[in-house]
């Protein structure tokens, strides 16, 4: 269900209308999508979907109680606004809870694209049309996966704060695979608008990398020289961030605690940002409780210069609330992709990362497998596939072990869907544990 910014208000606003508690926050969230997913052996489908959702917080001094529903009549507003008081009432007080916001200022979002927005299933099919094309030319296996979806959101309380934000999103992703299933190559990409999908060269890729030859030689494991490509290092900022938060930092149950976060802890030429109005990785203008979200550098120069805090911490410590965005950017470097390669005398390419899995939150250790692309980098050149490997990285250790670093683009996540705009990275000492011979 899509709403608009004035038919969203104004359920929000009827909603607050049926309110009884001293204080109440209201916030409605709906999306539509859209579908198409095709494979060489498996034929296609498609499908779409969508709905609108409803969050009624009711809060009274020190205690505060939610309802949820997913219709908008005047009878269930009603009905579910008696819901979160009644929730409410029946808990014991919470010394962190605190009346709702104010009237805000949201930042402007550039997390919108009408041509996303109209995107139509024919033309799903189009962006698709180039994986069917190349992979018969190619005679390799795929399969493919688009989804557009659009979304809105609407919070409103009743001590005046208003926020709307609409956001659009189109995600493309291919795998190919060579006729004796012996290896395979993959490529993607995750846009705000449609017309950044340059879908050809996007398969061109997967196909190159799946017909890459001879099969995969198994290397012993170790730590190597790696390029990792941008998927990987957005994997490792995501992850990162996710410590981000001043409040375990404090109370010692952060990988930050007990070190002093204004010297260096990671390669000077790191820094990240964040920023609704960012032209590649957008976030969203306020978080689940209304508060802005504004532009913010979470590293610069290797040294970390804002912790996020929720407003109970906040008003704990003395200072302003700092939410978490829901999309980072990684500063580019000088490097190429070419020259990064040219530059290993022997090393590994790593394409994508999957199954990754937290072992260690206190060192931001995990682990997980390499996927769809590995590749032996010998005397300056691509050598050959090899097999795959299980590795043990952690992004304190990937970000300070950099040789070179590349242009960023924007990359959607595998298992989280989180939103990075990353780029390659050449580092050294990549933890490579053991072989996966899963192609």
């Known amino acids: 269900m899509l709403l608009s910014e004035d038919e969203a208000i104004a359920v929000a606003r009827k909603a607050l209308s049926f309110a009884k508690s001293p204080a109440c926050r209201v916030r409605i969230d709906g999306s539509i999508s859209r579908n198409l997913r095709i494979a060489s ?12 959702w409803l969050s009624v917080t009711a809060i009274d001094g020190k205690r505060a109680g939610s309802a949820s529903a997913n ?8 009905r579910v606004v008696a819901e979160a008081e009644a929730a409410a009432a029946s808990v014991p007080e919470n010394p962190e809870v605190g009346p709702p916001l104010g009237r805000q200022a949201y930042p402007t979002s550039s997390n919108h694209a009408e041509a996303t927005a109209k995107l139509t299933t024919a033309g799903l099919a189009d962006l698709l049309r180039p994986v069917v094309e190349g992979a018969r030319r190619a005679d390799v296996d795929y399969a493919a996966f688009t989804q557009s979806t659009e979304s809105w959101r609407v919070l409103a309380t009743s001590r005046g704060a208003i926020g709307y934000d609409r956001a659009t999103r189109i995600n493309w992703t291919m795998t190919a695979r060579n006729r004796r299933g012996t290896w395979s190559g ?23 990398k799946a017909l890459a030859t001879p099969d995969p030689i198994t290397l ?12 990987v290092v957005g994997e490792a900022v995501s992850w990162l961030m996710g410590a981000f938060n001043d409040r375990p930092v404090a109370e010692g149950r952060s990988p930050f605690s007990g070190k002093t976060l204004t010297d260096r802890l990671f390669d000077r030429r790191i820094t990240i940002v964040s920023d609704p109005a960012h032209p590649v990785a957008p976030s969203a203008p306020f978080d689940g409780e209304g508060v802005p979200v504004r532009a913010t550098t979470w590293v610069e120069d290797g040294v970390i210069r804002n912790l996020a ?20 950017a990684m500063q580019s ?8 390669i040219r530059s ?17 939150w206190r060192t931001m250790l995990f682990t997980g497998l390499t996927r769809d692309g590995t590749f032996l980098i010998e005397n300056g050149r691509i050598a050959r596939p090899i097999a795959n490997f299980r590795i043990n990285e952690s992004p304190l250790s990937i970000l300070d072990k950099v040789i070179a670093i590349g242009s960023s683009r924007r990359v959607r996540l595998s298992e989280s869907g989180a939103v990075v705009s990353a780029p390659p990275l050449l580092v050294k000492d990549f933890n490579c544990t053991s072989v996966s011979p899963a192609v």
């Not at 012993?220 to 998927?231: D, N, Q, R, S």
């Open 333 to 340: 470097g000088p490097d190429t992709t070419a020259d990064m």
């Open 220 to 231: 012993e494991p170790g730590k190597y020289v790696a390029l990792l490509e941008p998927t």
């Open 344 to 360: 290993v005398e022997r090393g590994i390419l790593v394409t994508r990362l999957w199954y990754i899995r937290d072992v260690d």
């Open 309 to 328: 805090r929720d407003r109970a911490w906040a008003t704990k410590t003395g200072r302003y609330p700092l939410p978490l965005p829901g999309a980072y």
């Open 186 to 208: 993959w490529a993607g990409a995750d846009e705000v608008d449609v017309a950044r999908i340059d879908a050809a060269a996007l398969a061109e890729t997967a196909i190159e």
């Open 71 to 78: 219709a908008f009549d005047e009878a269930t507003l009603a």
């Open 41 to 52: 052996r498996g034929g296609a489908t498609n499908g779409t979907g969508g709905g609108a």
